[in-house]
C-alpha cells in the first residue's frame, strides 16, 4: 500500500494562513470521512490535531481547521504561531487499515 | 489522565525477535483498541496493526503478516507488540496508541515510544 501523499515542506510567517493537502485514492479518502491529521514535535509522539475530517479535540485551538474534497484532503493553519512549527501527517481508515501520508514539515518563518 | 507507558529501549541482533510492551491506565483497557505504529528515524509513521483488547482480535497491515503478533493481558491492563526475524530497517521508534471509540483509523492518545535498534 501507498503512502497518502503530502507536500514535503510547507512555509508561512508568523500570522499567516497554510494549508497542508493529503491526496489519496477514492479507497481511502474518497471513500471515508475518516481522515486525521497529527502534529508531531521533534523527539515527541504525535498529537491528534483533527479527525473525521473537520472535527477537533477537545484543546486543540480552532486556528486548525479540515476539510476534504473528493480525494483529497487539506488541513488549514491560520494566524501561524511560533509553536506551530512541526511535520503534520495525514491518515485515513481504508478497509480494515489505517494510511498514513508522508508528513509534511511546517516551517515558521 | 490517560497514559500508556511503554517499555525501554531494545537493542537486538538481525534475526532476533522483540517484544514490547505498552501498560494503559487512567480509562477501561477493554474498551478501546491498540494500535501500533512505528517511525524509523527521519522518516515518517506507518501502522503496523491493531488489537482489541476485549476480544483479543487482531489485524495486521500487510507488510507485517507473518512476523507480527500483538497479544494483551487484561488483568494488569498491557498490551504487547511482537516483531520476529528482525532486520536492519526495522530499527524504529515504535509507538503504541489508543484508538479513538467509534472513529475508525483515528488514535487519540500515543504511548512515549520505544526505540529498537537492529544491529549486528
Known amino acids: 500500500q501507498s503512502a497518502l501523499t503530502q507536500p514535503a515542506s510547507v512555509s508561512g510567517s508568523p500570522g499567516q494562513s497554510i494549508t497542508i493537502s493529503c491526496t489519496g485514492t477514492?479507497?481511502?479518502?474518497?471513500?471515508?470521512?475518516?481522515v486525521s491529521w497529527y502534529q508531531q514535535h521533534p523527539g515527541k509522539a504525535p498529537k491528534l490535531m483533527i479527525y473525521e475530517v473537520s472535527n477537533r479535540p477537545s484543546g486543540v485551538p480552532d486556528r486548525f481547521s479540515g476539510s476534504k474534497s473528493g480525494n483529497t484532503a487539506s488541513l488549514t493553519i491560520s494566524g501561524l504561531q511560533a509553536e506551530d512549527e512541526a511535520d503534520y501527517y495525514c491518515?485515513?481508515?481504508?478497509?480494515?487499515?489505517?494510511?498514513f501520508g508522508g508528513g509534511t514539515k511546517l516551517t515558521v518563518l | 489522565q490517560v497514559q500508556l507507558v511503554q517499555s525501554g529501549a531494545e537493542v537486538k541482533k538481525p534475526g532476533a525477535s522483540v517484544k514490547v510492551s505498552c501498560k494503559a491506565s487512567?480509562?477501561?483497557?477493554?474498551?478501546?483498541?491498540i494500535n501500533w505504529v512505528r517511525q524509523a528515524t527521519g522518516q515518517g509513521l506507518e501502522w503496523m496493526g491493531w488489537?482489541?483488547?476485549?476480544?483479543?482480535?487482531?489485524g495486521y497491515a500487510q507488510k507485517f503478516q507473518g512476523r507480527v503478533t500483538m497479544t494483551r493481558n487484561t488483568s494488569i491492563s498491557t498490551a504487547y507488540m511482537e516483531l520476529s526475524s528482525l532486520r536492519s530497517e526495522d530499527t524504529a521508534v515504535y509507538y503504541c496508541?489508543?484508538?479513538?471509540?467509534?472513529?475508525?483509523?483515528?488514535?487519540?492518545?500515543w504511548g512515549q515510544g520505544t526505540l529498537v535498534t537492529v544491529s549486528s
Open positions: 477514492s479507497s481511502d479518502v474518497g471513500g471515508y470521512n475518516y
Open positions: 491518515s485515513s481508515y481504508t478497509s480494515s487499515s489505517t494510511q
Open positions: 496508541a489508543r484508538g479513538m471509540r467509534g472513529v475508525a483509523g483515528t488514535i487519540d492518545y
Open positions: 488489537m482489541n483488547p476485549n476480544s483479543g482480535n487482531t
Open positions: 487512567g480509562y477501561t483497557f477493554t474498551s478501546y483498541d
